[in-house]
């Protein structure tokens, strides 16, 4: 999953030309988060009761990257 959101996240930004990029996950599954932080996203904020499924209401987990911060590491992994 990581080399697929790695892929997602290069291709919006060098491609797209996006600026932000947001995703968000379950908190009742912290690999998912894992995930997003191993590619550079980084934790803003939780939402209660904020999303659904046929399972019910839940909590959502969003985290974000902007073109800056992957700018950056695009740069020190190159060092």
Not at 1 to 29: C, K, Q, W, Y
Not at 46 to 72: F, K, P
Request: hydrophobic residues 40%; contains cysteine; neutral net charge.
């Amino acid at each position: 999953m990581t080399e697929a959101l790695s892929a997602i996240i290069r291709f919006l930004f060098e491609e797209v030309g996006a600026n932000r990029i947001e995703a968000r996950h379950d908190p009742a599954n912290p690999a998912s988060g894992e995930v997003m932080k191993k590619c550079g996203m980084r934790y803003e904020a939780t939402l209660r009761q904020a999303a659904w499924s046929n399972a019910g209401i839940y909590d959502t987990a969003i985290y974000s990257i902007l073109l800056t911060e992957y700018n950056l590491g695009a740069r020190r992994s190159h060092l």
